[in-house]
């Protein structure tokens, strides 16, 4: 696949390091304005780097736009008279839905929306996508390329911004819990590389567990909690103190603020 990236910043070489990573590129265009962070990935023989979106656009027939929000019109601008028919444009950009999106390049572009996380650079990105009446002949290609580097589902474009906070925010959600149990477990005695390990392993197995069982995960706590333990004692106590409820306020805050933004 001759792919480009447009906007390789936090998100956008995330990617780039899936794509490397898992061999799923033929060609791999890299850019941004300044770009001497990234120029090392150059080194790689099918990887060029340069701040010329045209270039780029024109080598490539996957165009996988990783800029923020308020650069993406112009970015769009930029390219539009390059696109063809063999290019399929992937826009993870939050918010700029796709008739903003075929407002600029029009309609009959294959356009594809993508919401990855930043665990695609190690190939465990969970990605939502959905696409324009005519971008669902690609689908297909989108999913086999979010599938090389994680899961990847097709949702409708009205659940995009939701997919955004579970998915993506939810990356950053998840670290402050293994952090949160990393504190914990230093309080309780650990050397704190030691409660890393522990802490982040133990999250690992628990969402495996599920992964490969198909389980609810109140039937995997059922099979923990020791009538009158310690495991059900501390899970009362976190659940008096607002865990659930906590984490849920925080997505439904997460949600509103990302349609606020989207309005704006
Ligand atoms: N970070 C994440 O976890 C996720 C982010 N997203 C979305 O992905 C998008 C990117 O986010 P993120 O990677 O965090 O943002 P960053 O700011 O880290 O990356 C954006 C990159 O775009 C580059 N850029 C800006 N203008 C241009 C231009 N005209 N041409 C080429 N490149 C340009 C910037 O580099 P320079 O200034 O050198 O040009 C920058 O490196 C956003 O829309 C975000 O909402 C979606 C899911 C997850
Ligand atoms: O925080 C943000 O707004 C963006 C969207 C999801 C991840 N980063």
Known sequence: MKIAILGTGNLGLSIAKGLIVNNAITTLYLTKRTIASIESYSEYGNVFVTTDNRTAVEKSD????AIQPRHTELVLNEIKDMLTEKHVVISTVTGFKIPRIEAIIGNDQFI???MPNTAISVGKSMTCICSNEKGKKRVNVALAIFNRLG?????????????TVICASGIAFWMRLIRATTQGAIQLGFESTEA???????CLGAASLLVESGNHPEQEIDRVTTPGGCTIEGLNEMEHQGLSSSLIKGLKA????INQISKS
């Open 62 to 65: 996957i165009i996988i736009l």
């Open 151 to 163: 899961n990847s589902i097709e949702i409708p474009e009205e659940q995009m911004q939701a997919a």
């Open 112 to 114: 594809i929306r993508a």
């Open 196 to 202: 890393l390990e522990m802490s982040m392993h133990t």
């Open 254 to 257: 997460s949600f509103d603020k």
